[in-house]
């Protein structure tokens, strides 16, 4: 693999410079018509929208200006808009959990912060305090807080977004950018149970690349992967295995990391993910349960490099035991079947009921819905 | 290189199918108040726009709505919209021509639009019959007529664009989308003569990768390259030479694709530009420089693979003769100067003038504006 991905971040993610909006100016326009909410047992995920979103805007002549919560409504986009031609767009995926005990948590949200002011600085776009940002999602998930559902696996979705909307059709910095925020009530991911995936492992089309944007939230890892995707359905998978180069490293599974639980060669059981290379996204789950795993001293953890040969390799001989995704949307996403050069490998995962991604799932859960006392979670309300 | 990069196109440039619009549909309300025309010296590239736009609606559910030619305004588009999340975005550039018959012509439209389909399809958006569009685009033309300046260099940048506008979060094909045309007047791009660049061929940074999809014009490959294009400028350099791979193949030049006229080992004068493997833009300028390289039949044409190495040997055994970007925004531009690795190297390509540059430069002017009578140029008016 090529060079490591490194930018060097010239800022911290707490600033204490004044060019960042602050959440105690936000300004508060509540609806006074509240929209039904969906049926908590038939959500599509991104579909529902809450009441109402965050917006901040800037322009590099004179700084942010003041959040403002309002009713959710369209934008106003000129049709020269950079976001709508050259790509200049960030984002940010997390959720607020409500728990028995009626409070709402959101789960290291200060990891999704740092991404984002990453993100944006890759992107050249804006910059700001993440502290900040988080207060103002606080005061948005507060005031749409009845839009926090009352389950004990549906949870608030909470997009953050920032986009170039300068318009002028010249490919370069934009001028004047807006960053918003909006919700919704998402259900499980898998609300029957876990339901284990099949993937295209694809050796011709790629995610990312050295000296690319692989290792950033930016919309442009997004749009590319659609098409593979459909690729990958009309192959009845439902998502594909991201490789890399002539060697096929392993990199990605759809919006995912990727996780491979073995027993290597040494014997010993390894999870086992592809480091930050720059061809990576830090995912928050990603860490999470890197973080997990190294406290439970049970398992050799690694973020190493891992090619589809030594996949298949552990395969055939029966040391594969578990291969999962992991992301905010399904926390955990057992795989359970390859397809790689018109073949199928289909994996042990799911032979003993996934136990170590059960694991994880249910630890993760319990912490995110305050069920175990974390230092990971931060109260909303 | 990997392996080459080629979409299967489904369905020609100029499909039969009903699932198309139809310029003949075209629904026009022209404004009352037009605004008033930009002083003509004082173009800026993609800040002026013309009163009208063209905006075709279409959904998966009911198809192409009817073209609509109106005043040009801000679009209404939902916080959630695909484009502003997951860079669901393609756009074609072309530009009209007045001449001094008085006709405004366009330079080989035909080309876009085919392009224009290959993105379409490689962004899973709706397809559609290209002629149809450029019949939309003349009419729109028509309308604003006034907006194609009276010159012998200005002319009016056309910019087609196709976004995914469905309201969900979910990363996936758009089930609603906008085609939508605006254009503007712009200057010429070397109002006072050519004024040649400095490139900074960045060794770690990279703008397409096989298996992605720098050979279409989506947005994805430009909102990356804005933060390499600071560090050119902060290294006294106008541009990026985008190079690829350990062996340094030279690629493309800012938003350009790149060509190097050489004497060669055997003493042939050749032009050589990168060939279309999937990490190039497979621009109209590129191939009507080649096309018109080859009609003179005095020097060897070549679409070829060239690295560093080869360049670097090239300019110091005194046999690169010219080396220049082509586009449509500056037609050709002349390259005097690259920093690699720590180390300048300042190319003959001025000494003489850059008597190749000039002629293609010319000559492309001449069919452009209806001097000089062509095949490849489509009247509007």
Redesign the interface.
């Known amino acids: 693999m090529?060079?490591i991905?490194l930018l060097a971040l010239r800022r911290s993610y707490a600033t204490t410079s004044t060019s960042t909006f602050r959440a105690a100016d936000t300004i508060i326009k509540k609806t006074e018509h509240g929209n039904p909410k969906p049926d908590p047992n038939k959500l599509?995920?991104?579909?529902n929208?809450s009441d109402h979103?965050l917006t901040i805007k800037h322009t590099n002549a004179s700084g942010w200006e003041k959040p403002v919560i309002e009713p959710?409504k369209?934008?106003?986009?000129?049709?020269?808009a950079k976001?709508?031609?050259?790509?200049?767009?960030i984002?940010e995926g997390l959720k607020a959990y409500r728990g028995n005990d009626g409070k709402i948590r959101l789960f290291r949200p200060d990891l999704n912060m740092k991404r984002m002011l990453t993100s944006a600085?890759?992107?050249?776009l804006p910059i700001f305090d993440g502290n900040e940002l988080l207060e103002c999602i606080k005061k948005l998930i507060q005031v749409d807080a009845d839009w926090v559902p009352r389950s004990t696996s549906s949870t608030l979705?909470i997009?953050p977004?920032l986009?170039g909307t300068e318009p002028?059709?010249?490919?370069?910095?934009s001028n004047e950018s807006l960053l918003?925020v909006?919700t919704?009530p998402v259900g499980p991911y898998f609300p029957t149970g876990f339901k284990p995936v099949s993937l295209l492992a694809?050796t011709?089309?790629?995610r990312a690349?050295?000296?690319?944007?692989g290792a950033y939230k930016?919309?442009?890892?997004?749009?590319?992967?659609?098409?593979v995707?459909?690729l990958a359905h009309s192959k009845g998978c439902q998502q594909v295995l991201w490789l890399y180069g002539?060697k096929q490293h392993i990199t990605e599974v759809g919006?995912m990391n990727v996780f491979m639980y073995l027993k290597n060669k040494k014997g010993a059981n390894e999870l086992v993910t592809p480091p930050l290379n720059g061809l990576i996204l830090p995912g928050v789950t990603r860490q999470s349960i890197l973080d997990l795993g190294r406290t439970w001293k049970e398992l050799t953890v690694s973020e190493r490099e891992i090619t589809m040969d030594e996949l298949l390799e552990a395969h055939r001989e029966n040391r594969l035991l578990e291969m999962f995704g992991a992301g905010t949307a399904c926390i955990v996403c057992p795989v359970e079947r390859i397809i790689y050069e018109g073949k199928e490998y289909n994996l042990a995962t799911m032979n003993k009921g996934a136990p170590l991604t059960i694991r994880f799932h249910d630890e993760l859960v319990n912490i995110q819905f305050g069920r175990k006392p974390s230092k990971w979670t931060v109260d909303v309300v």
């Open positions: 090529n060079k991905c599509v995920f991104g579909a929208f979103m959710l369209p934008f106003s986009i000129h049709p020269a976001v709508l031609h050259y790509a200049i767009e984002f600085e890759r992107s050249v979705y997009r977004t986009i002028t059709l010249g490919v370069g910095a918003f909006v919704g694809d011709f089309h790629c690349f050295p000296g690319g944007v930016a919309g442009s890892n997004y749009g590319p992967t659609i098409y995707n459909q002539d919006t």
